[in-house]
């Protein structure tokens, strides 16, 4: 019953931005702690940046000073502003939101993800 779609992704030149977003459906939108994942080919995913229902940010240190997370509670969206963004940042991204009254062991909601390369 809720639903994640990413959107945003595409082919970009070194250096160059992006933003990806995230609309949730079927959720109370503001109860969710919100999260970009990315995996590349051949390795695990791993968390990018994750927003609190409070607004709170955290960030990997790989993308630290580059990446923005940000959302907005009134359209249901997360959002993740990728500038300066290099080779190593090709992955498909992914969505991740979850309540923060649920289980320990509930891992969340996940979009379809959505591609995005970064090549000369």
């Known amino acids: 019953q809720v639903q994640l779609v990413e959107s945003g992704g595409g082919l970009v030149q070194p250096g160059g931005s992006l933003r990806l977003s995230c609309a949730a459906f079927?959720?109370?939108?503001?109860?969710?702690?919100m999260s970009w994942y990315r995996q590349a080919p051949g390795k695990q995913r791993e968390l990018v940046a994750t927003?609190?229902?409070?607004?709170?940010?955290n960030y990997a240190d790989s993308v630290k000073g580059r990446f923005t997370i940000s959302r907005d509670n009134a359209k249901n969206t997360v959002y993740l502003q990728m500038n300066s963004l290099k080779p190593e940042d090709t992955a498909v991204y992914y969505c991740?939101?979850?309540?923060?009254?649920?289980?320990?062991?509930?891992?969340?909601?996940w979009g379809q993800g959505t591609q995005v390369t970064v090549s000369p």
């Open positions: 927003i609190t229902i409070g607004g709170s940010t």
């Open positions: 991740n939101g979850r309540p923060v009254d649920a289980d320990t062991r509930f891992t969340g909601y």
């Open positions: 079927g959720s109370i939108f503001s109860l969710f702690d």
